[in-house]
């Protein structure tokens, strides 16, 4: 049997890559070598493809010298021929090593909206940190659609199918273009909170704005912030004002739901998976409870007592066998001023537990303060002179920009280290009276995943480089979400969404968090007060 459509079905259609003549070649000669059956190819050829996507010089078109070192790893991996036919076919038994992926920033495809094809359609080219001019306006209208196309697919905002007195009195969204000359009518609203140049808080959509009078109305759930896109409704009054009686976050959407839509689409361009392999890898991670992901954040490398700290949890590990796959180091990497001495001194920490340096990946995320780059987000990874000691000890290390993104198993984890409470606090237009410190934890996540963005802040407070506002993005939503922040630590499941906050690893106690993919869920971790 011909074996090319198949391998052209995994390579092609479902990872997105050009297979050179010569690289088809060879897969096909590699198949009819370790005669592989006809119903077993397709699962070789996931197989192989995977291990291409995790190489680090990997691009859309595959030769076959890269395929040719691929299969020189496996066997080296496995030791002979046979046990590497037994590799190809074995996709039964989850190996994680095999479904994990680190995606960075910058190397995350750029999807946008198309509101007329009512589908996301991919931009060609590397982005630009400067901009083109009509980036900015893009990257607004893409976050302004995206939520729109879930709010219209919301059943509470869907008119009744049927024609009755239901659907008379079906208030239906409308823009801020069909205000003008209706007075004394109510309308429901959706747009983007935003100052007029007099200061007045105004509602924004793509046809305009309008002045909204929020003094008599107090805001629903949620943390309100210029920038945010919320649902409004109101009378328009005769002073061209809309006298709000109601406003709200526009519904989320669960990750099942989104993926139902778009599961074709590889968001992060690294193996996209469809949701019956998602479930499937669920129940292969059934049992496997001491599958982890811990999370330090705040790690200063100026502090005795810090590294102190890491090494009492390093030799926990080790003596208990209990190790973590992926082991997240936040920053901010420093209390006053880094040096490379600093990185140099933690390399050499790591390297003395063996076990886990070995078996552990370990993933470093620029903190807000540390002083390299800017404060516009993404913040790129750690300039890699810093690394050069921490990259010779360690086998498995990554440096990640700020925000970055994990997939585990079909899982998708998003880290993000930033004092998000605080900023969002400082910022405020509204807040519902009478909100406690829990109410603040649950509403900031409510506002994060409402909002499907991981800043909605308007650009004067937070910068965000205008052709890499996608990488900000939390649509579809994550299985995970990490929210590093010196506030208090929490864990919130919202609409299906795991948030934590590991806190910060400063103080009297050294806290930190442990994420389960099994569960889906976050453990709380503190070593206790540290004795003098």
Same mark, same amino acid.
């Given at each position: 049997?011909?074996?090319?459509?198949?391998? $052209?079905?995994?390579?092609?259609?479902?990872?997105?890559?050009?297979?050179?003549?010569?690289?088809?070649? /060879?897969?096909?000669?590699?198949?009819?070598?370790?005669?592989?059956?006809?119903?077993?190819?397709?699962?070789?050829?996931? /197989?192989?493809?995977?291990?291409?996507?995790?190489?680090?010089?990997?691009?859309?078109?595959?030769?076959?010298?890269?395929?040719e070192k691929i299969y020189t790893l496996m066997q080296l991996d496995t030791g002979?021929?046979?046990?590497?036919?037994?590799? $190809?076919?074995?996709?039964?038994?989850?190996?994680?090593?095999?479904? #994990? /992926?680190?995606?960075?920033?910058?190397?995350?495809?750029?999807?946008?909206?198309? =509101?007329?094809?009512?589908?996301?359609?991919?931009?060609?080219?590397?982005?630009?940190?400067?901009?083109?001019?009509?980036?900015?306006?893009?990257?607004?209208?893409?976050?302004?659609?995206?939520?729109?196309?879930?709010?219209?697919?919301?059943?509470?905002?869907?008119?009744?199918?049927?024609?009755?007195?239901?659907?008379?009195?079906?208030?239906?969204?409308?823009?801020?273009?069909?205000?003008?000359?209706?007075?004394?009518?109510?309308?429901?609203?959706?747009?983007?909170?935003?100052?007029?140049?007099?200061? !007045?808080?105004?509602l924004e959509d793509l046809e305009g704005r309008v002045v909204l009078d929020i003094?008599?109305?107090?805001?629903?759930?949620?943390?309100?912030?210029?920038?945010?896109?919320?649902?409004?409704?109101?009378?328009?009054?005769?002073?061209?004002?809309?006298?709000?009686?109601?406003?709200? =976050?526009?519904?989320?959407?669960?990750?099942?739901?989104?993926?139902?839509?778009?599961?074709?689409?590889?968001?992060?361009?690294?193996?996209?998976?469809?949701?019956?392999?998602?479930?499937?890898?669920?129940?292969?991670?059934?049992?496997?409870?001491? #599958?982890?992901?811990?999370?330090?954040?705040?790690?200063? $490398?100026?502090?005795?007592?810090?590294?102190?700290?890491l090494e009492l949890i390093l030799q926990g590990y080790s003596d208990s066998g209990?190790?973590?796959?992926?082991?997240?180091?936040?920053?901010?990497?420093?209390?006053?001023?880094?040096?490379?001495?600093?990185?140099?001194?933690?390399?050499?920490?790591?390297?003395?537990?063996?076990?886990?340096?070995?078996?552990? =990946?370990?993933?470093?995320?620029?903190?807000?303060?540390?002083?390299?780059?800017?404060?516009?987000?993404?913040?790129?990874?750690?300039?890699?002179?810093?690394?050069?000691?921490?990259?010779?000890?360690?086998?498995?290390?990554?440096?990640?920009?700020?925000?970055? !993104?994990?997939?585990?198993?079909?899982?998708?984890?998003?880290?993000?280290?930033?004092?998000?409470?605080?900023?969002?606090?400082?910022?405020?237009?509204?807040?519902?009276?009478?909100?406690?410190?829990?109410?603040?934890?649950?509403?900031?996540?409510?506002?994060?995943?409402?909002?499907?963005? #991981?800043?909605?802040?308007? $650009?004067?407070?937070?910068?965000?480089?205008?052709?890499?506002? =996608?990488?900000?993005?939390?649509?579809?939503?994550?299985?995970?979400?990490?929210?590093?922040?010196?506030?208090?630590?929490?864990?919130?499941?919202?609409?299906?969404?795991?948030?934590?906050?590991?806190?910060?690893?400063?103080?009297?106690?050294?806290?930190?968090?442990?994420?389960?993919?099994?569960?889906?869920?976050?453990?709380?971790?503190?070593?206790?007060?540290?004795?003098?």
């Open positions: 049997m011909d074996n090319k459509p198949a391998i $052209l079905k995994v390579f092609t259609r479902k990872y997105q890559l050009s297979l050179k003549p010569e690289a088809l070649a /060879y897969l096909d000669d590699l198949l009819r070598q370790h005669d592989i059956q006809d119903d077993q190819v397709q699962d070789a050829m996931e /197989y192989i493809a995977k291990e291409y996507m995790k190489q680090d010089d990997c691009t859309t078109i595959v030769s076959r010298e890269s395929l002979n021929p046979s046990a590497t036919q037994a590799t $190809l076919l074995d996709t039964d038994e989850l190996d994680p090593e095999q479904h #994990l /992926y680190f995606i960075n920033a910058m190397e995350m495809p750029r999807w946008l909206y198309s =509101h007329e094809r009512r589908s996301f359609e991919k931009v060609s080219g590397q982005p630009s940190l400067g901009g083109q001019p009509t980036a900015r306006a893009q990257f607004m209208r893409d976050r302004f659609n995206i939520i729109r196309q879930v709010v219209l697919r919301n059943e509470n905002f869907s008119p009744p199918a049927i024609a009755g007195r239901d659907r008379d009195s079906y208030l239906k969204l409308t823009t801020t273009k069909n205000l003008l000359g209706r007075n004394g009518e109510r309308f429901l609203l959706f747009g983007m909170l935003t100052h007029a140049p007099d200061g !007045r808080l105004c003094s008599d109305t107090p805001p629903g759930e949620g943390l309100f912030t210029e920038g945010c896109f919320v649902l409004v409704e109101g009378d328009y009054t005769e002073e061209d004002i809309l006298q709000v009686i109601a406003m709200g =976050h526009p519904p989320s959407e669960r990750r099942e739901v989104a993926r139902s839509i778009y599961g074709h689409i590889d968001f992060l361009g690294k193996c996209a998976t469809t949701i019956v392999e998602d479930e499937k890898f669920q129940k292969q991670l059934q049992g496997k409870d001491d #599958l982890s992901v811990a999370c330090i954040s705040d790690l200063w $490398l100026d502090s005795p007592k810090t590294l102190r700290g209990f190790i973590p796959l992926v082991i997240i180091l936040c920053g901010n990497f420093t209390s006053k001023d880094v040096a490379q001495a600093n990185f140099d001194a933690l390399a050499d920490l790591l390297a003395g537990y063996p076990d886990v340096a070995q078996r552990s =990946h370990f993933v470093f995320v620029p903190g807000p303060l540390d002083p390299w780059g800017s404060s516009t987000l993404p913040r790129p990874p750690l300039p890699a002179s810093f690394g050069t000691r921490v990259r010779a000890k360690l086998p498995k290390v990554h440096f990640a920009s700020n925000p970055c !993104r994990i997939k585990l198993c079909g899982q998708e984890i998003v880290v993000f280290r930033h004092d998000l409470m605080a900023k969002m606090l400082r910022n405020l237009i509204g807040v519902k009276p009478e909100t406690d410190s829990g109410d603040l934890k649950r509403y900031l996540v409510q506002t994060i995943l409402d909002q499907g963005h #991981l800043s909605p802040l308007s $650009l004067s407070v937070q910068p965000i480089i205008w052709e890499l506002d =996608h990488t900000m993005r939390l649509y579809p939503m994550p299985t995970a979400l990490i929210l590093a922040d010196k506030y208090e630590r929490y864990e919130l499941t919202y609409e299906g969404c795991h948030v934590f906050n590991p806190g910060t690893f400063q103080g009297t106690e050294f806290g930190f968090s442990t994420y389960y993919p099994e569960t889906r869920r976050s453990e709380p971790s503190r070593l206790g007060e540290e004795e003098d």
